[in-house]
């Protein structure tokens, strides 16, 4: 005989409208949002900002040969720490995910290490079969590189216009690293953000955003208002490093500050924010190199910042400070994420995915020695965060004060998978 009762019950949770109501929970999935029912396990949520938990759009999970930096277990225990519930891993991995063989490998790495669910991006290069990496299952194609980065080669004009056709034939999502670099070798932060320049970026989203590619475009973290305001149509990221910290505010050759697309200025910085209503994801571009990578003189530094546990708790600090709202921050880091890529919401409705963190009224500051990426190191040291104290995800309490338990954590194939 099949338990009528309820998995978890959520009691005395604010929701949006004012209302307080228990949040009854039952096979991952919410199925009634006001007084409880029955349950095996309940959770006080008095005193909690309960929060969906968020996706991720934008990861480096590293792991293989770069296990050192970063592998699924050490990177999804610090997403889970950080309120993230979801990840979407990037495809230049060593080997890159341009094969069917190389993605499905990739899917048997993160099913065994994840402790939160993931999908996966499939590459772009010449030659890729397209069609065959969309049946094995990638969530979209990207992020392609328009100019090089660390670990990847810009994508030839030519080689991506052929590829973004080809994805348009199954409306499929390409998601874009849209950079210009200038000649030159960069010896500090300034020079780096010029090499690689506002104006370039800009430039290029307008022309790819332009063009009139049949496929759905995404731009990945875009590092300037004026890169946001020539998206046209397409969706737009932005990320907590950009949104949080400028080149002026590290010493001039501060490796750990070095990323693609650069830190700007703070006055670039400052305006970013005034753009926050046409963003429509923040993701990580959680991008780890250990310490020894980074201290070496800067135009040999990988470039790259960890950031998926600190992206949320940043944005909750903010929010408390007045800076946002708590309804645009769930549509920027879980609503509007799971929609563009097909993943069904979290939530507090009938329907919703249970996944939840629960985020108590102090501030703390991020340091460091309590966070749980293998980088070992963070650019927002001494930054006010507000951390989850409990997450929740398909309904279990994976995470509580620190302490990690198991869960049932998910593949989100793309809309191709065919098993």
Known sequence: MTDPACDLVLCDVHLPDGRVADISIRDGYVVHAG??????????????????????????????????????????MSAIAGGVTVVVDQPNTIPPLTTPEAFQARVAEAGEGSRCSFAINAGVTAGTDIPALWRAGAMAFGEIFCAPSSYAEGVAPDVLASALAGIGEFGGLATLHAE?????????????????????????????????????LHFCHLSTASAIAAAGTASVEVTPHHLFLSYEQAEATDTQFKVNPPLRTETERQRLWTAWDRIDVIASDHAPHTRAEKAVPFGDAPSGIPGVETMLPLLVAAYRHGMIDLPSLVYKTSWRPADILGIPRAGLNPGDRADFALYGTSASVVSADQLHSRAGWTPYEGFPAVFPTVVIQGGDIVYREGEYSPGSPCWYPGRGFIP
């Open 35 to 76: 007084a409880k029912l029955p349950s095996h396990d309940q959770l006080s949520c008095r005193g909690y900002t309960v929060l969906p938990g968020a996706i991720d759009m934008h990861v480096h999970m590293r792991g293989g040969s770069q296990r050192g930096k970063e592998d699924w277990k050490s990177g999804s």
């Open 180 to 216: 210009a670099v200038a000649p030159g070798e960069p010896r500090d932060l300034a020079s780096h953000s010029r090499q690689r320049g506002p104006a370039g970026e800009a430039q290029v989203v307008r022309d790819l955003a332009g063009a009139g590619h049949p496929c759905r």
